[in-house]
Structures are given as C-alpha cells and as structure tokens.
C-alpha cells in the first residue's frame, strides 16, 4: 500500500535560514508526488509536483524539491524562508494511472523566528 | 467567484440535527472530491464524482451523504453525526482524475463541530 511519511511533526527556523522538509514514500512504481502548504484558517495549495522527468522541480514562492528514488524521498528546499512561509505543510503521493486517490503526509508545521 | 469555494466556512450542529456542506468550482474542472482533515490526523480522502459519477468511496459511514448535480458542485449531507465527526471538511476539484490533469485545487474547508 502507499503512505508517505514526514519525520518531522513541527519545526523553526530563523528568517533568512535556509529550509528543507522531509518526506519519504513508499510506492512499488514511478509515482506522482506532490507538495501542499496550508495556511491557518485556509484549503491546501499546491507548491509542487513531480510525475516524470527531470528530478529537481522548481514551484511557486521559491520552494524546490528534489526526487529521489533511491533513497523513496521527496524533500522541500527553500534557500531563505520568509515569515510568510509560517504554515503546515504536507507531502503527498498519488498512486497509479488513476491519480484520483493522493495519499498525504501527517504534515510538518513550519514556524519561523524573526 | 473564483477558484472552489465552500459554504459555511463554519458550522456547528448537535447529533440529530441534518445538514449540508456545499462546495462549487469555477475552473471548469470535471472531478471533485471530499476530504476530511482532523486534528493529529494526515488528511483523508472521503469521495471523488468524475463527470458527476462517484469513482471513490473510501469506506466513508452512511452519516455521510455526498450528491453531485453537476460538474460545478458538490454537496455533502450530514446527519446524525458523532463528535468525533467534528473536523475540517475540504473539496477539491481537477481537470480529471488521472495522471497530469490531477492537479487538485482546493477551497478553504468547512470547520465542522458536533455537539
């Protein structure tokens, strides 16, 4: 069965830091494989995605990811957070040709010292 | 409108009481979904409508009645309803429920408390 597994239940950083979140898979074929934040009070939006092709994927607000089947991770990067970036985030995969069911991570709670 | 909106963004209703959950998507999606996200818990996918058809349902308890008129929209009826339902419901819609076009986009959620 899939699952996606985010090590990390809650973690700061300082603002300018650079950032990475954790996640790892576990899925038999090449998977589709997804980041979501979720600001309080709001629904899920995406960062990023990967299905194929070049492993480094770049998303919105300056977040990246990087795929690696070697080691079944998907890890966040940002190169300096911003306060903004306060938020959960979750890691998801999707399994199979019928993408309709994405199996989420718990989450990673990202709080940001000034 | 823009996006997938939900109403009520809050609601708080005891055991007995019946009601819904409505959500409507403005991108021209053919897919919607549920979700349900409790606190401590990854989020859970509770139905998805392809073209208006339930394609999953992920063993969600008859307290728990979606019904999909159209592309657009997406209901979820309620009744009697246990605390441990209280939760954040969330609808989602995409292009299509496979492969590139399952980008999912979401709206705000319903805040659900049962009494």
């Known amino acids: 069965a899939q699952s996606v597994t985010q090590p990390d239940i809650h973690i700061t950083v300082s603002e300018g830091a650079s950032l990475e979140l954790r996640c790892n898979y576990s899925?038999?074929?090449?998977?589709?494989l997804f980041w979501y934040v979720q600001s309080p009070g709001q629904g899920l939006q995406l960062l990023l995605k990967?299905?194929?092709?070049?492993?480094l994927v770049q998303g919105i607000k300056g977040f990246e990811a990087e795929f690696k089947r070697s080691q079944s991770s998907f890890n966040l990067r940002k190169p300096s957070v911003h306060w903004s970036d306060a938020a959960e985030y979750f890691c998801?995969?999707?399994?199979?040709?019928?993408?309709?069911?994405?199996?989420f991570g718990s989450g990673t709670r990202l709080s940001i010292r000034p | 409108e823009t996006g997938v909106t939900q109403t009520p963004r809050h609601l708080v209703m005891g055991m007995t009481n019946k009601k819904s959950l409505k959500c409507e998507q403005h991108?021209?999606?053919?897919?919607m979904y549920w979700y349900k996200q409790s606190a401590k818990k990854p989020l859970e996918l509770m139905f998805v409508?392809?073209?208006?058809?339930?394609?999953e349902n992920n063993s969600v308890p008859s307290r728990f009645s979606p019904e999909c008129p159209n592309s657009s929209h997406l209901f979820l009826h309620l009744h009697t309803l246990q605390p441990e339902d209280s939760a954040l419901y969330l609808c989602a819609s995409s292009q299509a429920t496979s492969g590139d076009y399952n980008e999912q986009f979401f709206g705000p959620g319903t805040r659900l408390t049962v009494l």
């Open positions: 990967y299905f194929s092709g070049d492993t």
């Open positions: 899925y038999g074929a090449t998977p589709y």
């Open positions: 998801a995969v999707a399994a199979g040709s019928s993408a309709s069911k994405i199996i």
């Open positions: 991108l021209g999606h053919n897919a």
């Open positions: 409508y392809n073209f208006k058809e339930q394609t």
